[in-house]
């Protein structure tokens, strides 16, 4: 299994430019969720979907949309990016269930905009 | 809602001494507790993790930590740290079903020899 794949790993990108950040899993899990990191704020979740076509905000959706069409993709998209969108993205999945399962982090996209 | 405090921005220690770094968190009903670890420009590893039973867990690398509810506390330990320990720990509460995660803002441990 490869596990919970990101790409591109790094990207730079112009204010007012839209970018998709992509996030694929192989292990069936039916949550997925995006964070972002930035210094001395830890992470903090953007958007996360509990299945194919359920998605949901976090504490920091503005700027960003998504969509779960398939079990194993969710996609985070920038219609105009921002420079306060500058942050480190981490995609991860898990089983959902009776009771809180273990979550998978994707190695992360490192997005600059200028 | 929940919420993960970590005290403590930047710790130092010497190699070969005990480490202690603490976490506390806030959450209504029994807490699902994580400590990550990442190093420079890497993504996040488990150390271990905490869902019920026994309140001190083991992890990886030679980690522990302590579950003590009356504290609202799950502080990570290691008797004897090494140089490759040095590198940003993140503890987090997960909560409820939906599998979301609370992080704190992170220690960073330096490590001197």
């Known amino acids: 299994n490869a596990g919970v794949t990101q790409t591109p790993k790094f990207q730079v990108l112009k204010t007012g430019q839209s970018m998709t950040l992509q996030c694929a899993q192989d292990?069936?899990?039916?949550?997925m969720s995006w964070y972002r990191q930035d210094p001395g704020m830890g992470l903090r979740l953007i958007h996360y979907s509990v299945g194919a076509g359920i998605t949901d905000q976090g504490e920091v959706p503005n700027g960003y949309n998504v969509s779960r069409s398939t079990t194993e993709d969710f996609p985070l998209r920038l219609l105009s990016a921002a420079p306060s969108q500058t942050s480190v993205y981490f995609c991860?999945?898990?089983?959902?269930?009776?009771?809180?399962?273990?979550?998978?982090f994707g190695p992360g996209t490192r997005l600059t905009v200028l | 809602a929940q919420s993960v405090t970590q005290p403590d921005i930047h710790i130092t220690v010497s190699e070969g001494a005990s480490l202690e770094l603490r976490c506390n968190y806030s959450?209504?009903?029994?807490?699902?507790l994580f400590w990550y670890v990442q190093s420079p420009g890497q993504g996040l590893q488990l150390l271990l993790k905490y869902f019920s039973g026994d309140t001190l867990v083991q992890g990886i690398k030679g980690f522990e930590a302590e579950f003590k509810r009356s504290q609202s506390s799950f502080n990570l330990r290691k008797p004897s740290v090494h140089w490759s320990d040095a590198a940003e720990y993140f503890c987090?509460?997960?909560?409820?079903?939906?599998?979301?995660?609370?992080f704190g803002t992170g220690t960073r441990l330096q490590v001197t020899l």
């Open positions: 991860a999945s898990g089983r959902t269930g009776d009771s809180y399962n273990e979550q998978f």
């Open positions: 292990m069936n899990h039916e949550y």
């Open positions: 987090a509460v997960g909560a409820g079903t939906a599998s979301k995660l609370t």
């Open positions: 959450y209504g009903a029994t807490p699902y």
